[in-house]
Structure formats: C-alpha cells, structure tokens
Nanobody, 124 residues
Framework: QLQLVESGGGSVQPGGSLRLSCSAS????????IAWFRQVPGKEREGVSC????????EYADSVKGRFSIYRDDANNTVYLQMNSLKPEDTGVYYC?????????????????WGQGTQVTVSS
C-alpha cells in the first residue's frame, strides 16, 4: 500500500530557508510524480511544485520560481523541496501529493494520494 511520509516543516524568519522531504513507499510502478501543495485557512490549496521522476519534468508556481527547487533522491524514493528566500506569504500547511504517470502538474485533482501535511511559518 502506498505511503507518503513528510518532514521538514518549521518556523523561519523572512529570507530564511527550509527543506521539505516526501518519502514514498509501497510503489507498484516506477513512473510517478510527486508534488507539493500549500494551504492557508480560507484559501484554496495552491500548487507549489511538481516533479515527474521518470522524465524529470518539473513545474513551479510563478510565486516560487527562482526561490524554490524540487529534486529527488532515487535511492530512497524521496523528493525534496528546497525553499530559499522565504517570505511571510509562503506560510501555510504544505502537503506532499502523489500520482502515477509521466506528467508534471499543479492541478490537485490529478493527485489521489496525499501526505499528512507539515506546517511552514515564515515570520519575524
């Protein structure tokens, strides 16, 4: 059974950095995508970044381009989201999401499997 385990959230001052990780286990295929979404109360879930591991396709939300970087560790089926130059508006609960397939997308409806979420707070 597929399982996603997230880690790496926390609190940081504006301009700081955090790295989130999402480890997937119980995979049945070797082509899949892992994405990060974030949500704040009262707002819709927002796609942040996605990596399709079989062909290395990557998507970023405009709001994080140049600041966030997504990459993988194939040995551990883990995808990381390196977040630099963090801003207060990056605050939210960050969710890891998983789908089988070969596309990178930031559409939450395409992801049937989700992690438990990890809080990221950017505040001075």
């Amino acid at each position: 059974q597929l399982q996603l385990v997230e880690s790496g959230g926390g609190s940081v001052q504006p301009g700081g950095s955090l790295r989130l990780s999402c480890s997937a286990s119980g995979l049945t295929l070797d082509y899949y995508a892992i994405a990060w979404f974030r949500q704040v109360p009262g707002k819709e879930r927002e796609g942040v970044s996605c990596l399709s591991v079989s062909n290395n396709l990557i998507e970023y939300a405009d709001s994080v381009k140049g600041r966030f970087s997504i990459y993988r560790d194939d040995a551990n089926n883990t995808v990381y989201l390196q977040m630099n130059s963090l801003k207060p508006e990056d605050t939210g609960v960050y969710y890891c999401a998983f789908r089988y397939g070969r596309i990178a997308t930031l559409n939450a409806e395409h992801f049937p499997s989700w992690g438990q979420g990890t809080q990221v707070t950017v505040s001075s």
